[in-house]
């Protein structure tokens, strides 16, 4: 008898994601044992790449540029070196409270905003009980996409965190690196951080 690969289906059941065990295994590896600030990203990319995941592949904008806000002195480190310390600067977010987790855990196609907004209104119970393995509720939550600003109801928004910072800030991709910096960095020096 061969050793089969069981495929999981994303949490909505709608269709087999063959990493979702280690996208899950990953992101657990990295809860901080005191989360001050949540980032609520949309949903892992499509591709077999993750935020969470040791090594970089490309098209890592969120892991880039959000640790460039969090760590200013990486802002004149190249890509491919904080690819190269991934796990290390991984290691740091955790250890400074800070945890990212998606607003959907399983993966969604990308075809327009609207079908993301849907997927993410279908998923709010699933994120507010993945978010029960913090213990409190005493941090403060940051959408990192318009659609999980736009996605997430008040009620559910009222449900995360002491504090839901309610800026529509943009993905940092197709240019919006900038805003993505200026928006993120306003939301963090508001807290204080």
Not at 60 to 83: C, G, I
Not at 84 to 89: N, R, V
Request: net charge neutral; charged share 25%; hydrophobic share 40%.
């Amino acid at each position: 008898m061969g050793t089969e690969t069981m495929i999981e289906f994303d949490p909505t059941g709608n269709h087999p994601d063959p990493d979702l065990a280690r996208r899950r295994a990953a992101w657990l590896a990295h809860i901080p044992l005191s989360c001050g600030v949540l980032f609520i990203g949309e949903a892992p990319p499509p591709e077999a790449r993750y935020f969470y995941y040791p090594e970089s592949i490309g098209h890592d904008y969120l892991f880039l540029q959000l640790l460039k806000v969090l760590y200013p002195e990486l802002q004149t480190v190249s890509a491919a070196h904080m690819r190269a310390i991934k796990p290390t600067l991984l290691r740091r977010f955790a250890d400074d409270g800070y945890l990212l987790v998606d607003a959907v855990e399983g993966r969604i196609p990308l075809n327009g905003s609207s079908h993301r907004i849907r997927a993410i209104r279908a998923a709010q119970e699933d994120l507010l009980d993945r978010l029960n393995i913090i213990g409190h509720n005493d941090f403060v939550a940051i959408p990192l996409k318009a659609t999980v600003h736009d996605g997430l109801s008040a009620g559910t928004k009222s449900r995360i965190g002491e504090r839901f910072i309610n800026d529509r800030i943009p993905f940092p991709s197709n240019g919006q690196q900038e805003n993505f910096r200026r928006r993120l960095s306003l939301a963090l020096q508001s807290l204080n951080v």
